[in-house]
């Protein structure tokens, strides 16, 4: 950024007052969201000039509202959170050009076929078979991965529809999975041609090696920011880490439970079934896995390479679960947060029973099923063991709480 | 000018309003939500004092219209310390004000202390006064009630530490090194005249937002993003504005000073040395007050000293 000379420093600064009158609340409120007529606005601005209260107050405000943040606040977004970005490589941008790589790319790979077909053609026979003990395998290992499958856009919507503030759930995974078990390269090139929304920074996409095409929301309100992409969707909010939330169910995430032991270095793939093609590869680099490393709840979205924190805490966190976007993760006295949407926005939940609340220290976490009649039911039920044996549990998400 | 509402139609204009605020739900009468719009109204729109008129024009119709009703009738329902109002405020900010005061503070502690403070202001409670007096009868629907309890939170937040920088003892002051440091605001007495006033002529010639960037970004140590979310831009275009905005400063500020009288080549410099000074200049000051000889200056070397360099005997 250009530097202005210090005299601009040093005339602003002077500019500052201290003793004077403040816009009230209910300007600044409206300042901050756009409500106030030009001249009011204008009028505030000439305020924030030589106010730096006021100004470190319409910071705060709107750090605490329109960074979304995790906790406590159910993504309000603000439109101009919402990133018009361009696409990095704009030439790829255009249709052609696009399946000219996807062709590019067919050839290659057909040309790789031709030379070493005999490797490629173990590889392709282990994948063949991988899927479908992919899709099988979570229910073997967790309780409630048994329907994940057969979340239907139905029990999503709902829970969409109950929530409005929140980010609408991803639909109808099992669906995706289904049509496309085996995404390869150039699939997934394809797929980038669809338009995911993007909130945040312009992340790389892990695992791909293909460079996306961002395309900014048509619209920047609420619904249409976070209007899931049925192929894929790309969030990134409040300096978290990127996730391309493939269409595949996160395999490391399935019924996962821990009480405080953090992931081995290869994380997803410690608790998830061993993939051994190379497009297996890809599907579990693009799941999301969970660890918590001395106390701080961590992600990663390459298959446990690298680790990013995902929620910051004043203490430590002891365990969390986590199933497809529902994830909880519980800390010391009483500490309790929730994700439904995979960890992009948190919120604390203080579990509450006639009056008295959850204090003591939160050691296991568990997810349980809550289907009927084989249709699965979301939110799932969380129970949750304390130090001092008490398990609390809640089949609302954590609105409500019963306690054993 | 705005025009007129046809006579009679002041007794109906909160009507429509009243019944799309819900203010019923929460035992407000037609006639209260329409003095609490009068209020707004004389708040915001001051009847003019020649006509004297009671008539309700279209504009503060339009206003009211354009006030968020619903989160009124709350607020003010609550104010009035009606139960059904109070239920559905805690069911829907409680917790939000939780997490509100978390990102304000970054720290669990006092988020909690802050978010409790502001409950029990919202609510009324005051050991000192004998009628419950909630603030929310300051609010006015001008923003969102979420917005409103934001800001009502920062600006608390920003005078308890105002408060507590004003407390800090002078103990901690010069543990801390304080006293000893150089008053940033001090105003430099070599500082050319003419170079301010070119300063300040330029800086008034532009727009208010544009001050407010450079003010947010150069004063306050704002990021792009910070001040893009606050004037509603993206980030980009901030980032354009403020290189764009130095740049023509520099221009109009040396046009000043050319106009005030000094060549171009008087005037580049003057700014030129101004900039490469900054640094210097507080070099110079930190060490001659750092240094021992310089602290407690021997009188017999050093017979005048110079007022300017900074020491603290």
């Keep these: 950024m250009t530097e202005v000379p210090k005299t601009v420093h040093d005339r602003l600064q002077g500019l500052q007052r201290t003793a004077q009158a403040h816009p009230d609340a209910d300007l600044l409120a409206g300042f901050a969201e756009r409500a106030l007529s030009p001249d009011e606005r204008d009028g505030i601005l000439?305020?924030?000039?030589?106010?730096?209260?006021?100004?470190?107050?319409?910071?705060?405000?709107?750090?605490?509202?329109?960074?979304?943040?995790?906790?406590?606040?159910?993504?309000?977004?603000?439109?101009?959170?919402?990133?018009?970005?361009?696409?990095?490589?704009?030439?790829?941008?255009?249709?052609?050009?696009?399946?000219?790589?996807?062709?590019?790319?067919?050839?290659?790979?057909?040309?790789?076929?031709?030379?070493?077909?005999?490797?490629?053609?173990?590889?392709?026979?282990?994948?063949?078979?991988?899927?479908?003990?992919?899709?099988?395998q979570p229910s073997e290992h967790s309780q409630i991965a048994a329907s994940t499958d057969g979340i239907s856009n139905k029990g999503m919507a709902d829970e969409a529809r109950s929530e409005p503030g929140r980010l609408p759930a991803k639909p109808n995974l099992g669906q995706a999975s289904a049509r496309s078990p085996q995404p390869s390269l150039g699939m997934l090139a394809?797929?980038?041609?669809?338009?995911?929304?993007?909130?945040?920074?312009?992340?790389?996409?892990?695992?791909?090696?293909?460079?996306?095409?961002?395309?900014?929301?048509?619209?920047g309100s609420t619904g249409e920011t976070f209007a899931p992409s049925a192929e894929s969707t790309l969030l990134a909010q409040n300096d978290a880490p990127a996730i391309e939330k493939a269409k595949q169910v996160p395999l490391a995430i399935r019924g996962q439970a821990s009480t405080g032991q953090p992931a081995s270095d290869t994380g997803a793939g410690s608790e998830a079934p061993t993939l051994k093609s190379t497009d297996a590869d890809q599907m579990s680099a693009r799941a999301v896995a969970w660890s918590i490393t001395e106390g701080t709840l961590q992600w990663s979205v390459d298959s446990g390479h690298s680790w990013q924190s995902a929620l910051h805490t004043d203490r430590p966190l002891l365990c969390y679960a986590a199933h497809d976007e529902d994830v909880w993760a519980g800390g010391q006295a009483g500490m309790l947060f929730h994700s439904s949407n995979g960890g992009l926005t948190w919120m604390q939940v203080r579990p509450w029973i006639n009056s008295q609340q959850l204090s003591s220290d939160i050691t296991h976490l568990e997810l349980r099923d809550n289907s009927r009649n084989g249709k699965p039911r979301l939110p799932q039920e969380i129970i949750v063991s304390t130090s001092n044996n008490e398990s609390w549990t809640s089949i609302d998400g954590g609105t409500t709480w019963d306690r054993k | 000018m705005p025009k007129p509402v046809q006579p009679g139609q002041e007794a109906d204009f909160a009507a429509p309003l009243y019944e799309r605020s819900g203010a019923a739900a929460y035992g407000v009468s037609e006639e209260q939500f329409a003095a609490i719009l009068s209020e707004i109204l004389r708040k915001y729109l001051p009847r003019n004092s020649k006509t004297g008129s009671e008539r309700v024009s279209q504009q503060e119709v339009d206003f009211c219209a354009s006030l968020r009703l619903e989160e009124l009738a709350l607020a003010r329902a609550c104010a009035a310390g009606n139960e059904q109002a109070w239920k559905d405020f805690v069911s829907r900010y409680r917790q939000k004000m939780h997490g509100m005061a978390l990102h304000i503070t970054r720290d669990s502690a006092h988020a909690a202390e802050l978010a409790d403070s502001l409950f029990a202001d919202l609510y009324g409670v005051s050991p000192l006064a004998e009628v419950r007096k909630s603030k929310l009868v300051f609010y006015t629907g001008r923003g969102s009630l979420e917005g409103w309890l934001r800001t009502v939170m920062a600006q608390e937040f920003v005078n308890r530490y105002r408060k507590q920088k004003r407390t800090v003892s002078l103990e901690e002051q010069t543990e801390n090194g304080v006293q000893f440091a150089a008053d940033p605001s001090e105003p430099d007495p070599t500082a050319d005249q003419r170079l301010e006033a070119a300063t300040d002529e330029a800086l008034a010639e532009l727009p208010a937002e544009d001050r407010f960037m450079l003010a947010s970004y150069y004063l306050d140590g704002r990021t792009l993003a910070e001040i893009a979310r606050t004037l509603g831009l993206h980030e980009s275009s901030v980032s354009r504005r403020l290189d764009r905005l130095a740049t023509g400063l520099r221009k109009r500020i040396l046009a000043g000073l050319r106009g005030l009288g000094m060549s171009h080549a008087q005037a580049a410099e003057a700014l030129e040395t101004d900039v490469r000074d900054v640094q210097l200049l507080n070099l110079r000051k930190r060490l001659t007050q750092d240094s021992g000889p310089k602290t407690f200056p021997d009188s017999r070397k050093v017979p005048a000293q110079d007022p300017s360099d900074g020491s603290n005997d």
């Design chain 1, 190 to 219: 394809a797929n980038n041609g669809r338009k995911p929304p993007l909130v945040g920074k312009l992340p790389t996409v892990p695992g791909t090696g293909a460079q996306p095409d961002y395309r900014a929301p048509a619209n």
């Design chain 1, 46 to 136: 000439e305020h924030l000039v030589v106010c730096g209260d006021c100004r470190e107050v319409v910071t705060l405000a709107l750090r605490a509202g329109a960074m979304s943040a995790p906790i406590g606040i159910e993504t309000e977004t603000d439109p101009s959170l919402a990133i018009p970005a361009k696409a990095k490589n704009g030439w790829i941008s255009s249709p052609g050009l696009r399946w000219a790589a996807l062709a590019t790319g067919v050839a290659v790979a057909a040309a790789v076929l031709l030379l070493h077909p005999k490797k490629l053609n173990q590889a392709m026979l282990t994948s063949e078979k991988q899927p479908a003990t992919t899709i099988a």
